[in-house]
């Protein structure tokens, strides 16, 4: 067979080839099989050198335009399943826009984190500052610098967590220790006293611990807020306009307060704070116990035995004090009828509502 017929068989047989790939690496194939170094056209060129000089020039014109050629069709069948290879991709990897989103559940604080902080930003609001003490206190900070007699029943072993050493030799018997789990967040009043000079503007957010048994109104952890002033000219009108003004934010205008003698260690006078029932608007119901009141907290002008501990002059200065429930609050709030179902994990109290 002549060379030329020889390079006319290879142009139709590549041709075919070319336009039988169906994709891009077949394409390929068909390109090593006939161009690449040991393909069938490259053997037929490196040939030519040792063909006869008259053969040469009509077989190099030849296979020059046969590799031309095929050249061609590569490219245009290239370009080809390029376009539809693309056109594939871009049907596979649609995104339908009118489809509705995955939506993630969204987590928030719970609610007497939130809670606690609106509490504190009503007073951060009146030019008071966040004050915080341990959990783990001492007597004399929780009881008796908050003029707390030793035989106060608060003290008792059935009310107090007492804090046992038991790395010593002589491991403190229980109710004997001088550390405990605070009660209050009143030992903060201490704390801060001890340190700072009037005038103090303070509130004090944190957990205490008692000996309850959870119930729908008592759980052995909970969280108060504590409020401490200390200036010159403070008077009992001050604590009733303060806690007025407290109420009014955190249950609404419509809510009215009311202040009921008690007693408190650590203050003199003392006094309860009740709201008007949210449930019965007052009429009286189930859930007041049928007096249209409920209890919010407790308060009161500090006692001077109190400023006694800490050394601040009574005939210079006067205080008030407060202390509050946040889960108590919650309730009240939010009419969430059981003070456990704020710990349960009951993640509606995460949800944002
Ligand atoms: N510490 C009190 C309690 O846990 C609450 C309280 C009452 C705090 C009167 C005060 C106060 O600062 O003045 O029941």
Redesign the pocket.
Same mark, same amino acid.
């Given at each position: 067979m002549s060379v030329v017929t020889e390079l006319e068989e290879q142009r139709v047989l590549a041709l075919s080839a070319i336009e039988a790939a169906e994709d891009l690496s077949a394409l390929d194939g068909v390109r090593v099989a006939y161009l690449g170094k040991k393909g069938s056209l490259t053997g037929v060129l490196r040939g030519l050198g040792s063909l006869s000089a008259d053969e040469r020039p009509a077989a190099g014109k030849a296979a020059n335009e046969v590799r031309v050629a095929i050249e061609a069709a590569l490219e245009a069948r290239h370009a080809v399943l390029a376009a539809s290879a693309l056109e594939a991709r871009v049907a596979s990897e649609a995104v339908d826009v009118t489809l509705p989103g995955r939506s993630r559940p969204v987590g928030s604080r719970h609610l007497i984190n939130r809670l606690t902080s609106e509490i504190c930003e009503i007073f951060l609001g009146l030019g008071y500052r966040i004050a915080e003490g341990p959990e783990v206190e001492l007597d004399y900070y929780n009881f008796t610098a908050l003029n707390t007699p030793a035989d106060h029943p608060a003290r008792s072993l059935a009310d107090t967590f007492y804090v046992r050493d038991l790395s010593g030799d002589e491991a403190d018997v229980a109710g004997e220790s001088d550390v405990l789990l605070r009660?209050?967040?009143?030992p903060v009043?201490i704390r801060t006293m001890e340190k700072n000079e009037p005038p103090i503007y303070i509130l004090s957010p944190g957990r !205490?611990y008692r000996r309850d048994i959870a119930d729908p109104s008592h759980l052995p952890q909970f969280t108060?807020v504590? +409020?401490?002033v200390v200036d010159e000219g403070i008077t009992f009108a001050d604590l009733k306009g303060t806690l007025e003004h407290f109420a009014r934010e955190v249950f609404g205008p419509d809510r009215k307060t009311r202040f009921r003698p008690h007693f408190?260690p650590?203050?003199e006078p003392?006094a309860e704070v009740d709201v008007s029932c949210g449930i019965c608007g007052g009429e009286g119901c189930r859930f007041c116990k049928g007096t249209g009141w409920i209890e919010i907290? +407790?308060?009161?002008m !500090?006692d001077p035995n109190v400023f006694g501990y800490v050394g601040i002059d009574p005939e210079r200065y006067t205080g008030?004090?407060?202390?509050?429930?946040v889960e108590r609050i919650a309730c009240l709030k939010y009419n969430v009828p059981d003070l456990r179902m704020l710990v349960d994990g009951d993640m509606r109290f995460l949800r944002q509502f």
């Open positions: 009660t209050q967040t009143s009043q !205490v108060q504590e +409020g401490l408190f650590f203050t003392s907290l +407790g308060c009161g !500090v008030f004090a407060f202390g509050m429930g």
